[in-house]
């Protein structure tokens, strides 16, 4: 990978010449609010259509804000007073600050003329996070506390007007204590003798619930690596998760370059990302809960009808065991490539491909203009391969409708069994979202997305660079899915409305519907976690691999509910949130009778006998309040 490094750092430093202009060009995060203010312009046709692939920069925040605020009254389109302040406090956080100190942003600020009338900007600051969280649970009375507080230093700036650059790095005191549920199996089923003598090898796993003390699916670890308990900062101190009080640290850097009139990007960072989302955090190709990893992006617009992107980087092991042993099997490298097109406001349609690689120096996952679907079938069948489509149509001012799909793999010959047989691996999404006239910003959404069992998953396989090890090619970085934030074989139907009163200061309510295969105990179904594997041989006739969602073992259904919002004080650099509700969950289970149609096994002697899973399925009710505060963000 030194090589791809120096590629990058030889054509930034291309870049950084007289083809480069503007200002800020490093990223504003995806987490950040701006990103669904500039979405509800674009439904209302205020602006004309922003890329698909985010974060944007800050100079691109600017120039769509001004486009929004000189835009010309449309029907439901034209801006409120309250909308218009909003876009103001925004664009007055993204503006350069005088020299000097400014404490009310906790920052100083650099202004000096370098060499050759070249000059030089840069900020110094500091910023503080906290997410606090509590949960009572009624039938085991038990009470869970949870934190995830971040203290920050950066340094960003830019050199001339060419070159933007910024270095964060963090450190955290956090606890999110989980529950032990029971065992599971990475092959839910028995594998046969050949099998098992090629090397493929069922473990057995601990399984875990979602962290106690937050709402199901919205805890992320923010730390890099591992983390360490208090009282132990040795190597032999490194955990994979603060089940206790821990520490540990994080850093975001990023090297950016804009040339052609602002119509080709060029990115070298490690940063949170989202593709293919329709509404912010919707994507179920790369989504903005995937874990940030190095790597060089190329985005080139040159009219908003038209968008093409590409992105290598290296991901990133899971820390279970150790810094070393942990590592031995999971050394990838990731690649995505995606167009958009864009009929004004009214359609939007983008497609794209995917990759999970064992790194190697693979000149065709690193050349953005050839298809890396297309590629696989020049090198050989090693690397787990995926593409993706989002379609969307709008009415301006009034709302959109979007469906999207991801494919992991499928057969053409049996895709009439697609919801099956387990070897069709995809995900879909279907959503409405309108606006709520008389509000500023308002809006109501409404969406159903499904993911399919295995999907995001991939069997271990021997690699010819590796010698005996096989390799883990899921679709994750770091443990955590780099595509929608639900695992394999589960749905969702989310209703959310979003009630804006000014900048960074909002309310919202969502409803969340989630159903879950249980991956664990006596009626575990298969294909229902990340570390799953589907058999290596006999994928269309074994009967262990079919599936009917919901009636094939254990589920966990999940009603969430919360009602939630922000306030930023205006005369302080402080922003309070806070969310509360409840999450009341239960499992439904099948006879026995039915469940041995979907999971025989094999007679004894015929093959690996299959590990005994265990855990118990339960109900509960949690009634969840979560509080935090931002200051100097």
Not at 10 to 30: D, E, I, K, R, T
Not at 169 to 189: C, E, N, P, Q
Request: charged share 20%.
């Amino acid at each position: 990978m030194r090589k791809i490094t120096a590629i990058a750092v030889f054509a930034l430093c291309l870049f950084g010449n007289s083809l480069l202009f503007a200002q800020l060009h490093v990223s504003v995060p995806v987490s950040h609010s701006v990103y669904y203010i500039l979405d509800q312009a674009e439904m209302r046709g205020l602006c004309a259509p922003l890329p698909a692939v985010k974060p944007y920069t800050r100079s691109r925040i600017i120039e769509a804000i001004n486009e929004i605020l000189a835009a010309e009254p449309r029907r439901f389109g034209t801006l409120s007073d309250s909308e218009r302040k909003m876009l103001d406090d925004v664009r007055g956080e993204f503006t350069k600050i005088e020299a000097g100190l400014d404490p009310w942003k906790g920052m100083y600020r650099i202004e000096t003329e370098g060499k050759k009338g070249v000059r030089f900007s840069g900020d110094i600051g500091i910023a503080m996070d906290s997410l606090n969280s509590g949960a009572y649970y009624q039938e085991d009375k038990k009470t869970y506390l949870g934190t995830d507080t971040w203290g920050t230093l950066f340094f960003k700036g830019d050199v001339g007007e060419q070159f933007s650059f910024v270095v964060d790095f963090s450190a955290g005191i956090m606890k999110a204590h989980r529950g032990v549920l029971g065992t599971g199996d990475s092959y839910a089923t028995e594998l046969a003798e050949e099998e098992a003598e090629r090397g493929y090898v069922n473990r057995e796993l601990t399984i875990y619930s979602q962290p106690k003390a937050f709402f199901p699916y919205t805890y992320q670890k923010r730390w890099d690596g591992f983390i360490f308990s208090p009282g132990n900062l040795s190597a032999s101190g490194m955990e994979p998760w603060p089940e206790g009080l821990s520490i540990g640290p994080s850093m975001l850097a990023e090297m950016t370059g804009s040339a052609f009139g602002d119509m080709l990007l060029l990115r070298f960072g490690r940063f949170q990302r989202e593709w293919g989302a329709m509404i912010p955090g919707s994507s179920i190709a790369f989504n903005a809960a995937a874990r940030p990893f190095l790597g060089v992006e190329l985005l080139f617009n040159p009219a908003p009808w038209f968008a093409f992107s590409s992105l290598t980087g290296v991901l990133e092991y899971y820390n279970t065991a150790g810094i070393s042993d942990s590592s031995m099997t999971f050394q990838n490298a990731f690649s995505i490539q995606q167009i958009e097109v864009n009929y004004g406001n009214n359609f939007h349609l983008d497609f794209g491909s995917t990759v999970i690689w064992p790194k190697r120096f693979e000149l065709g996952y690193l050349f953005p203009l050839l298809d890396n679907f297309f590629y696989q079938n020049f090198i050989g069948d090693h690397d787990n391969m995926g593409i993706y489509m989002n379609i969307r149509g709008r009415y301006p001012g009034l709302g959109s409708i979007w469906f999207s799909f991801f494919m992991d793999e499928m057969e053409i010959s049996s895709m009439k069994s697609a919801f099956k047989l387990d070897r069709h691996m995809f995900a879909y999404q279907t959503g409405i979202q309108t606006v709520i006239s008389g509000l500023p910003f308002a809006s109501i959404s409404l969406s159903y997305t499904k993911v399919e069992p295995y999907n995001y998953t991939h069997t271990r396989n021997f690699m010819p660079w590796y010698g005996e090890n096989t390799m883990d090619t899921s679709y994750t970085n770091n443990g955590v899915c780099l595509g929608y934030y639900l695992p394999p074989n589960s749905d969702e139907v989310k209703l959310r409305v979003d009630v804006p009163l000014w900048f960074k200061t909002a309310g919202h309510f969502q409803y969340q519907l989630i159903r879950h295969g249980a991956d664990y105990g006596s009626q575990q179904v298969d294909g229902s976690s990340l570390i799953s594997e589907l058999d290596p041989v006999g994928r269309g006739d074994k009967p262990s691999l079919g599936k009917s969602f919901l009636k094939d073992g254990a589920y966990q259904w999940m009603h969430i509910i919360k009602i939630g919002g922000e306030y930023k004080f205006g005369s302080l650099p402080l922003t309070i949130f806070g969310d509360m509700g409840i999450a009341y969950s239960y499992f439904t289970t099948i006879s026995q009778e039915k469940y041995d149609k979907y999971h025989p096994t094999l007679p004894d002697g015929e093959g690996q006998p299959r590990s005994s899973a265990t855990g118990d399925y339960f109900k509960s009710t949690a009634y969840i309040l979560t509080l935090g505060f931002r200051v100097f963000k």
